[in-house]
């Protein structure tokens, strides 16, 4: 007969403390996918290459300037937005009028392309952005986590609200939020949705770039890693709502410590695949998100 035992308390508390840390990582790197799916309608299944594309950027920048990843934040999201603009205007913008399949299957196509280009310039072996506080303990009465994971968990917050700020309180915001309700009306009234789309586009590739890089500092990626994180994005984007900040960080965060249990139920070899679990049922049992709309 099979005998289970619960694990200790200390190792639950320390399990849903990572999970919810870990989460509002994964919650900046969903960001990006619900803001184009928001506004854009576009299902841009290349989303988890772009976030190992920050990873590998944070990686080298780390790397070759010795400077804290952190402080190579900025810089990524720079680099990988000026990359995404003229990305947009050549492949996206073109099939702005073919519905939703063709910017979709373009998107895969990228995606694949992407995979490869990393595979052969930086070969399938597996890397991490090392830093000198990455396994250093943070100890709160019975909870020990790693230091990396409240801060990449303050930071990501930080940046999250940063991104509802923009869109909340700022020029670019009204446009955005109104070439998302209703393109043809934003038109009318003076919004060039064409411009909001690629800047729209362009934010939601910084998003996953620095997300990228801050899940890196904790774990390891390969060039094949996007595929998953691209399912975990998607599950957070269903739970939260399309185009809602607000719960895009809620979900991100429950994903997080709902996976934790699943792993200290099942073992952490079943981390994803309660991921993905969860996904299915949020997609079959409320698929319009918790709240939706662009908020």
Do not use: W
């Not at 992407?114 to 890397?127: G, P, W």
């Not at 994971?149 to 700020?165: D, R």
């Not at 909001?196 to 990626?221: D, E, K, N, Q, R």
């Amino acid at each position: 007969m099979l005998e289970y035992s619960l694990p200790d308390l200390s190792v639950v508390l320390n399990g849903l403390v990572s999970g919810l840390l870990l989460g509002g990582m994964l919650a900046l790197t969903a960001l990006g996918l619900s803001i184009a799916l928001g506004v854009m309608r576009l299902v841009n299944l290349a989303h988890g290459e772009l976030l190992v594309g920050g990873a590998y950027l944070g990686f080298f920048l780390a790397q070759y300037t010795g400077l804290d990843p952190l402080l190579c934040l900025p810089l990524v999201a720079v680099v990988t937005g000026a990359i995404a603009l003229p990305f947009h205007g050549i492949l996206i913008r073109p099939l702005a009028n073919k519905g939703t399949e063709a910017p979709m299957m373009t998107m895969f196509g990228v995606s694949i392309i992407l995979q490869n280009v990393y595979l052969l310039c930086f070969s399938a072996d597996t890397r991490a952005i090392n830093t000198s506080y990455a396994a250093r303990p943070l100890t709160a009465g019975p909870v020990t986590v790693a230091e990396i994971y409240v801060i990449g968990f303050a930071v990501s917050v930080a940046l999250t609200l940063g991104v509802h700020g923009l869109v909340t309180r700022t020029g670019f915001g009204r446009a955005l939020r109104a070439a998302a309700v209703d393109p043809a009306a934003a038109a009318v009234m003076g919004v060039d949705v064409a411009k909001v789309h690629a800047l729209t586009f362009a934010l939601g590739a910084a998003c996953a770039a620095m997300g990228g890089v801050l899940i890196a500092t904790a774990f390891s990626f390969t060039p094949a890693s996007g595929s998953t994180y691209l399912l975990m994005c998607f599950a957070v984007v269903v739970m939260g709502g399309i185009g809602n900040i607000s719960g895009t960080l809620a979900a991100g965060i429950t994903l997080g410590v709902l996976q934790s249990i699943g792993a200290l139920v099942l073992g952490d070899g079943y981390r994803d695949l309660v991921g993905l679990v969860i996904f299915l049922f949020a997609l079959a049992l409320r698929p319009q998100g918790m709240v939706s709309g662009v908020r």
